[in-house]
């Protein structure tokens, strides 16, 4: 198999933004970074906004447990679930500073994607409870203290609409941010309800409106849970991560100048937030006359970048000369 050039193109390091190319035909090219804010912001926005979430949970808890209300306790899973959330991503902005070694090439990125599919796994079981637990109540009323129930609640709509605003600066440049203020502002939205519940309760002392509130909450969370759990399994299997068309990148690569032909693309997930691509061009002229050695390797890694958010990619160039044993589209 002939080949001319690898080219590499690492997304993860600002401090290295540079774009030349070397005479072994390597392209390190740093284009397209995201204006988020730095890592060490969010690291510590994430600390704040775990901690006071952790607080309240155990709050809401107890005063769940103590006034008999399983919306109250629903909406403590519902907050716990979004805090597990929260240090995931906090876990992400950490692990993606990790420097890799010679053995862990990539670093722990990884470790972010097997986490978030854990943590579906977790909420699942834990919807399960509350559904159970909300059945048995249609059988076996329990009166609720809808006073102080408001009252807690309340407190959650203020909690998580404060914390969702700690994240809206950071949204746009992180999908780990994106998805933490997403999930704030959806708690808000949830609690509430378990503020109108409760309010309802109070005016027609009708019991059965806090299992159902509680199957409501519940399932919103399978709702969220069940779209982690689908994306966490496709990441963790290799899957071209949502919003990236595989086929348009085929497509893009294709009109490259000078490209004839593109096969063994792969496309996949390096972490939640990182997305890496290897691919074989066939470029039977070689470099075009009066081309910059190397030049059209940075530029196509630059494009996968801008265009697609693709901040790895590592082509290989070939001739034609010879048959790609990794041409056929049934090859791996």
């Known amino acids: 198999m002939a080949h001319d050039h690898s080219a590499h193109d690492h997304?993860?390091?600002?401090?290295?933004?540079h774009g030349h190319g070397h005479h072994h035909g390597h392209d390190h090219s740093h284009a397209g970074h995201s204006h988020a804010p730095a890592p060490e912001d969010m690291g510590r926005t994430f600390a704040l906004a775990t901690a006071l979430n952790v607080a309240f949970v155990l709050a809401e808890g107890v005063a769940g447990w103590m006034t008999h209300s399983l919306s109250l306790l629903a909406d403590a899973g519902h907050n716990l679930s979004d805090v597990l959330g929260l240090v995931m991503a906090w876990v992400a902005v950490v692990l993606a500073r990790r420097a890799p070694t010679s053995r862990r090439t990539y670093g722990l990125r990884k470790g972010t994607i097997l986490a978030s599919l854990t943590n579906a796994v977790v909420l699942l079981v834990a919807v399960g409870v509350i559904v159970a637990e909300a059945v048995r109540r249609f059988a076996d009323p329990q009166p609720v203290e809808t006073g102080p129930v408001m009252i807690v609640a309340?407190?959650?709509?203020?909690?998580?609409?404060?914390?969702?605003?700690?994240?809206?600066?950071?949204?746009?440049?992180?999908?780990?941010?994106?998805?933490?203020?997403?999930?704030?502002?959806?708690d808000a939205a949830v609690s509430a309800g378990v503020v109108i519940a409760a309010f309802a309760i109070s005016l027609t002392g009708f019991t059965w409106i806090d299992p159902v509130v509680s199957l409501a909450i519940s399932g919103i969370i399978v709702l969220g849970t069940w779209g982690l759990l689908r994306d966490s399994l496709d990441l963790a299997l290799d899957a071209t991560p949502k919003g990236i068309d595989p086929k348009a990148v085929k497509a893009w690569l294709g009109e490259q100048p000078g490209v004839t032909e593109v096969h063994d693309l792969h496309i996949w997930a390096m972490s939640t937030t990182e997305t890496a691509l290897t691919a074989h061009l066939i470029r039977p002229d070689g470099d075009i006359e009066g081309e910059a050695p190397d030049r059209f390797l940075?530029?196509?890694?630059?494009?996968?970048?801008?265009?697609?958010?693709?901040?790895?990619?590592?082509l290989q160039l070939e001739r034609g000369d010879a048959h790609c044993a990794l041409s056929p589209a049934d090859v791996v």
């Open 11 to 17: 997304g993860h390091d600002p401090k290295q933004d």
């Open 298 to 314: 940075r530029e196509a890694c630059n494009g996968l970048n801008e265009r697609f958010g693709i901040g790895h990619s590592t």
């Open 154 to 186: 309340a407190l959650g709509v203020v909690l998580n609409t404060a914390t969702a605003l700690l994240f809206m600066r950071g949204r746009k440049g992180d999908l780990n941010v994106q998805g933490a203020f997403l999930h704030m502002a959806s």
